[in-house]
């Protein structure tokens, strides 16, 4: 019996779906995942294996075991001299506030626990953060070092990058880190005034299809800047039309740091410039003696891929939530929660806690977005508050415990943030800063909707087919 030319290109389809699912599956079990992102992706793989394929070929072999073994000769090399350097700052206060084993945790992660001494400066204005960054920039005398996921070649864009072009133009040292994927919009031609001043652009991580580096996850999500060594610019705002509100309603969040903890974000910027260009930036230049400008604790904590040992946001994050006392408020653009989190979250609303959360009504990622709401029933059912915005998209990742703790950065509320991007975050334990902030995000949820648990029931089912389906594939988020 001869088979027809369709029989065999079928029989030949078959076998090649056979075998795509029979080598990715057992690859994906060795790189031994957590057991949710494992199954999503053999579900993935068995169910559409070419497309599969390539999204695993995409978004999951990162190849990291590479990139980790160069991240951990970098801080091995550059962990030496910051350790010198801080050992030379004043003996740090204790925090009074918080409790002891949160700051026992603290500590682990980097021997120093939160440092005293920090002032701050809170900006809820695009707008109004712009303005002092480039007043800062242009006050610069020795060093400006920029790291962020997004930059844009727009109106924004464009006047802090001639704001930089000025500052290379009078001798200072300009560095920017921009994320290879985040900015991939933005060409060369863009930044290459600021090249031709003097100043110095590396792209982090390249994505290359010609050397295999072709992975996107993994990418440098943070916002910071670093000015003279003695203040620094950090929170969820990228650069431009956008974060500064201009485009579109925007609400975001960033801050700007004086004291002793803008040398922990100075090592962050440090270890990613090394990674990304070979440069040692530790010497004294780029971290002076530390001066004291105010009352606030803060610790600056950094986590992403390379960091094995711990997930220090995350964790961090996670213990603060179960220590709560009376309340725990929360604003993330991204909400697609782990089974920690979310047993944290729930578990604490269970005691009596007031847990809170501000999310966006719409999203520029509707996937996440579905997916963030199929964990609302959960949530409502223990007692935990949920607020959407609908005029406005919120993109500040906040979070305020009991007064006293708060926390602005690049880390949202979900597992790309916690285990797949290099993420910075800013802990203060203070509470003027906290109730600042606590006061911001009781307004902002006063024009919001608040989410009730009747409402969610009596949602079509439809609208629970499309969440349950985004939910499936939220490890992978």
């Known amino acids: 019996m001869t ?12 076998l090649l779906d056979l075998a795509i699912v029979a080598i990715l599956i057992p690859t994906i079990l060795l790189q031994r995942r957590e057991s949710g992102a494992t199954l999503a992706w053999i579900l993935v793989i068995v169910f559409i294996p070419f497309l599969g394929l390539l999204a695993f070929w995409l978004l999951g072999t990162t190849r990291l075991h590479l990139r980790r073994r160069k991240r951990r000769r970098i801080e ?43 002032r701050i400066e809170i900006f809820r204005s695009g707008q109004l953060l712009f303005d002092n960054l480039q007043q800062a920039i242009d006050k610069a005398t020795q060093h400006i070092h920029l790291d962020y996921y997004i930059w844009q070649a727009d109106s924004t864009g464009q006047r802090i990058l001639d704001a930089l072009m000025r500052a290379a133009d009078r001798g200072v040292e300009v560095r920017l880190l921009i994320d290879d994927v985040g900015s991939r919009a933005v060409k060369h031609a863009f930044f290459q005034p600021l090249q031709q001043a003097g100043g110095c652009i590396k792209r982090f ?7 295999r580096q ?11 800047v670093i000015i003279d060594g003695d203040q620094a610019f950090i929170g969820g705002m990228n650069i431009g039309d956008q974060y500064a509100a201009i485009s579109e309603p925007w609400i975001d969040l960033h801050a700007r740091v004086e004291g002793p903890v803008v040398h922990s974000i100075q090592e962050t910027f440090c270890q990613d410039w090394f990674h990304a260009s070979a440069e040692d930036l530790v010497r004294r230049d780029y971290f002076p003696q530390p001066t004291h400008y105010g009352p606030v604790h803060a610790q600056l904590l950094s986590s992403g891929p390379a960091d094995e040992r711990w997930k220090s946001i995350h964790l961090f994050i996670f213990t603060a939530i179960t220590l709560a006392e009376q309340k725990v408020f929360i604003e993330t653009p991204y909400f697609v929660p782990d ?17 809170r959360l501000l999310l966006p009504s719409q ?115």
């Open 339 to 355: 089974q920690p989190i979310l047993l944290a979250l729930r578990t604490a609303a269970l005691r009596g806690i007031d847990v």
């Open 205 to 211: 991580l390249p994505v290359n299809p010609l050397n």
């Open 76 to 118: 091995t090399r550059l962990a030496p001299e910051i350790q010198r350097l801080q050992a030379q700052a004043e003996h740090q206060s204790e925090p009074e506030l918080a409790p002891q084993s949160l700051i026992q945790l603290a500590r682990q992660f980097d021997g120093n626990g939160p440092l005293a001494g920090n």
């Open 363 to 477: 999203s520029d990622h509707p996937l996440v977005l579905h997916a963030g709401r199929s964990f609302q029933d959960q949530l409502l059912e223990a007692g935990v508050k949920i607020f959407e915005l609908k005029n406005s998209m919120t993109h500040a990742k906040t979070i305020t415990i009991d007064g006293y703790l708060s926390t602005i950065g690049s880390a949202n509320l979900d597992q790309r943030s916690f285990r797949l991007n290099f993420e910075s975050n800013l802990f203060f334990l203070d509470q003027t800063i906290t109730s600042q902030m606590e006061q911001d995000f009781v307004k902002l949820c006063t024009e919001a909707d608040q989410i009730k648990l009747e409402y969610r029931k009596s949602l079509p089912r439809s609208r629970r087919m499309i969440e349950s389906a985004c939910r499936l594939l939220s490890p992978l988020l």
């Open 214 to 224: 072709l992975a996107l996850n993994n990418r440098n999500h943070r916002k910071l």
């Open 3 to 14: 088979i027809s030319t369709p029989g065999w290109l079928n029989l030949s389809w078959i």
